[in-house]
């Protein structure tokens, strides 16, 4: 079953992706499958609706269930940052204050590589945040604030 609901997971995506505008074969590329496969899913063969609708129950799941479940199914970093953060449809503004000491514990949790720690300071690209909140849970200083900005859609 984890097989089909990575491939249900990977049909939204792709979908979405279309939806964005880009093409077949970028998608293909994104996503590492062959464009032939991205063309199937698009059809609605090669995959069973079974899988798509429990794909999207747990793209519907909070922000972290929907991270760690994805990403536990995927064992990928990579391609877990492009079918949460395309599958996702709520935006959030990450910041972090002075008071961060540069400790690495966010860096390390955050299973999106959206934190990178720049001059001993943590710092967040929010275009990759899912707003999931486990950098700011592990943070000594209480320094990240994590803001939902609009529903994007
Ligand atoms: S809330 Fe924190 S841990 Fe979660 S995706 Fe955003 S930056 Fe990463
Ligand atoms: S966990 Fe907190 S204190 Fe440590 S680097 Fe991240 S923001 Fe700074």
Not at 37 to 58: D, F, K, P
Not at 75 to 93: G, L
């Amino acid at each position: 079953m984890p097989k089909h609901i990575v491939s249900g997971l990977k049909y939204l995506t792709a979908v979405e992706l279309i939806r964005e505008g880009l093409s077949q074969k970028e998608v293909a590329k994104i996503l590492e499958m062959d464009r032939s496969t991205v063309s199937h899913y698009l059809n609605g063969r090669n995959l069973s609706w079974n899988s798509i609708e429990v794909a999207e129950i747990i793209t519907k799941f909070c922000p972290k269930d929907f991270l760690t479940l994805t990403y536990a199914l995927l064992n990928d970093s990579e391609k877990t940052r492009v079918i949460v953060k395309t599958c996702s449809k709520k935006s959030y503004k990450a910041s972090v204050e002075e008071s961060c000491i540069g400790c690495g514990l966010c860096v390390d949790t955050c299973l999106l590589n959206a934190i990178v720690l720049d001059d001993l300071k943590a710092r967040i690209d929010s275009d990759w945040c899912n707003g999931c909140n486990m950098c700011r849970d592990v943070c000594p200083t209480d320094s990240i604030k994590i803001l939902e900005v609009n529903n994007g859609y």
